[in-house]
């Protein structure tokens, strides 16, 4: 098991930047596929960014491309996404999830690992 911990949300205005961070403790955290997850009010939690152990490979939602930018340091235990050109529809808590398994960041079984969520507000 790996535990989670994000950080740096908050409220922005629509255009606005924001950066999150996600330390992990416990497992060793290199060997563990990373990424961010959101839900909105009333909406599904949906896949928005992943990284794999080496920072060979990164996945995006079409929603966010160009946009976020995920980025790992495996010296400091953790994960970021740093959000750019934010918009209101990117208002949601954010969670941080790992998981050995690359496919349960797109699959319909859900990564094994999660945080508690950070809240993101986007103001228009």
């Known amino acids: 098991q790996v535990q989670l911990v994000e950080s740096g949300g908050g409220l922005v205005q629509a255009g606005g930047s924001l950066r999150l961070s996600c330390a992990a403790s416990g497992r060793t955290f290199s060997s563990y596929v990373k990424g961010w997850f959101r839900q909105a009010p009333g909406k599904e939690r949906e896949f928005v960014a992943a990284i794999t152990y080496s920072s060979t490979s990164t996945y995006y939602a079409d929603s966010v491309k160009g946009r976020f930018t995920i980025s790992r340091d495996n010296a400091k235990n953790t994960v970021y996404l740093q959000m750019n050109s934010l918009k209101p529809e990117d208002t949601a808590v954010y969670y941080c999830?790992?998981?050995?398994?690359?496919?349960?960041?797109?699959?319909?079984?859900?990564?094994?690992?999660w945080g508690q969520g950070t809240q993101v507000t986007v103001s228009s």
């Open positions: 999830a790992a998981d050995t398994d690359r496919s349960r960041f797109m699959a319909t079984a859900p990564p094994r690992n």
